[in-house]
């Protein structure tokens, strides 16, 4: 299984920028980084995807290392419904099209 | 376009009987995916489908647990013989694409089984 490595939590004030970093450094060069959050007591959401190139939507943007070693997920202005656990995910390889949830990052939004 | 939907949201069964947990997945999308999440543990992959086919089900438990997607309906997660730890959220997502192509999985409610 690809691996990642994410921080247990952070904490972010409301309406500042948020950084979540993830390392991934046996990634491939086929595999997908995607992010996806889970809200307490809801299901999982994606939130976004690359390969090699930034990406932007308008729910976030995602910064990728020249190398593909790490990536960070960048939220630029946090607000309290961004409080969730967020999971960096790859893709490729055997997994085949199943997603494997590590541990991810748990964000606390401080008013 | 309606999102993934999953019912019922909430199941109740006493140990012993059968749960039926049905997802209905996005318009357009023909793969299917089932996790569960154990009360304060992670998510966990169980089963991949494609349109009456079974792709990967590496993490479903070998007995008591079967899944199906027929050509037509819901995707039907089906618990035979229910013990209190298969106590669970579980949840269906669906793609249009496969995810080592890039394909983003949508994720419905959940279904919130109790075993008493």
């Known amino acids: 299984d690809a691996k990642t490595t994410q921080p247990n939590s952070m904490e972010s004030n409301e309406e500042e920028p948020v950084h979540l970093p993830c390392n991934h450094s046996t990634i491939s060069g086929t595999d997908y980084i995607h992010w996806y959050r889970q809200l307490p007591s809801q299901g999982p959401e994606y939130v976004i995807h690359?390969?090699?190139s930034n990406v932007n939507n308008r729910m976030a943007s995602l910064a990728i290392a020249e190398d593909r070693k790490s990536s960070t997920l960048i939220l630029h202005r946090a607000t309290l419904r961004d409080a969730a656990v967020y999971y960096c995910i790859l893709s490729g390889g055997d997994q085949g099209g199943k997603l494997i949830f590590g541990q991810g990052t748990e964000l606390s939004v401080k008013p | 376009n309606a999102g993934v939907m999953q019912n019922p949201r909430h199941l109740v069964r006493r140990r012993g009987q059968e749960a039926r947990l049905r997802c209905s997945p996005m318009?357009?999308?023909?793969?299917v995916y089932w996790y569960r999440q154990l009360p304060e543990e992670g998510l966990k992959f169980m089963v991949y489908l494609q349109k009456e086919n079974i792709i990967d089900e590496s993490g479903m438990p070998k007995e008591r647990f079967s899944a199906e997607f027929p050509k037509e309906g819901p995707s039907i997660l089906r618990i035979q013989q229910v013990v209190r730890g298969d106590s669970a959220a579980y949840f269906c997502?669906?793609?249009?694409?496969?995810?080592?192509?890039?394909?983003?999985?949508?994720f419905g409610p959940g279904t919130r089984l109790t075993v008493l």
């Open positions: 997502a669906s793609s249009h694409r496969v995810l080592d192509r890039g394909g983003e999985q949508f």
């Open positions: 690359g390969l090699t």
């Open positions: 318009k357009g999308h023909s793969h």
